[in-house]
């Protein structure tokens, strides 16, 4: 149990386009989803938490406008890199928990390429 | 402010040696404390959780144990094959759903 789906496992963009990740959870109702980022050989850092419903938390210097957060269900959130640019690139990951329990799953990640 | 650090930050070894990864946190306030394997280019897969209340996990050749008092988690590899080369993550669990994670400790076991 406790399965969150991350779907595209790796995406090559345009520099200006703008690039959809999707976090499901597919066996459980996420209350709160996070998002990821990790750069070359550093850890992942927290970027945002979203709340079904409400519109997400971003942890400071990470641009809103840029990383758009959807959370419409209790079973999907969004990631929309908008812009995206090169030094964007990096590998997106959510990670999904649900009320009453006591840890957190994480999808499989997302290695988006800006060129 | 809860910051996880792990030593070290690379490691090579023979096949066959036992090895241990070190990972500190800052806050003892942990509900509880996550190792992960990340191979290149790849997403995380869990490998041992361990609650506050524990002491240790393990899973076939592989043990974490936890001591929150001296704020330290090690993950313990016995008879280590090129097959766990990877990048070890450690994570902390902070409660609120927030997790702190370490940069990582790159193994590479040769042949």
């Known amino acids: 149990g406790a399965v969150v789906s991350q779907h595209p496992s790796w995406v090559i963009c345009k520099s200006g386009t703008s690039v959809k990740i999707e976090c499901r959870s597919l066996?459980?109702?996420?209350?709160?989803m996070f998002w990821y980022r990790q750069f070359p050989k550093q850890s992942l850092m927290l970027m945002a938490t979203?709340?079904?419903?409400?519109?997400?938390?971003?942890e400071q210097g990470v641009e809103k406008d840029k990383f758009l957060i959807n959370h419409a269900s209790l079973t999907l959130s969004t990631l929309t890199v908008t812009s995206a640019h090169p030094e964007d690139s990096s590998f997106y990951i959510c990670?999904?928990?649900?009320?009453?329990?006591?840890?957190?799953?994480f999808g499989s990640g997302t290695r988006l390429t800006v060129v | 402010k809860q910051e996880v650090t792990q030593i070290p930050a690379a490691l090579s070894v023979p096949e066959g040696e036992n090895l241990v990864l070190n990972c500190s946190f800052t806050?003892?306030?942990?509900?509880?404390l996550q190792w992960f394997r990340q191979d290149p280019g790849k997403g995380l897969t869990s490998l041992l959780l361990?609650?506050?209340?524990?002491r240790e996990q393990t899973s076939g050749r592989l043990n974490a144990s936890l001591d929150k008092s001296s704020g330290r988690s090690t993950l313990y590899i016995a008879a280590s094959q090129p097959g766990d080369s990877a990048t070890y993550l450690c994570?902390?669990?902070?409660?609120?759903?927030?997790?702190?994670f370490g940069a990582g400790t790159r193994l590479f076991v040769k042949a």
């Open positions: 990670s999904a928990g649900w009320t009453g329990g006591d840890g957190y799953t």
């Open positions: 066996d459980f109702q996420a209350t709160t």
């Open positions: 979203s709340n079904e419903g409400s519109k997400a938390t971003y």
């Open positions: 806050d003892s306030a942990i509900y509880n």
């Open positions: 361990i609650q506050s209340s524990q």
């Open positions: 994570a902390a669990y902070t409660g609120g759903f927030k997790t702190i």
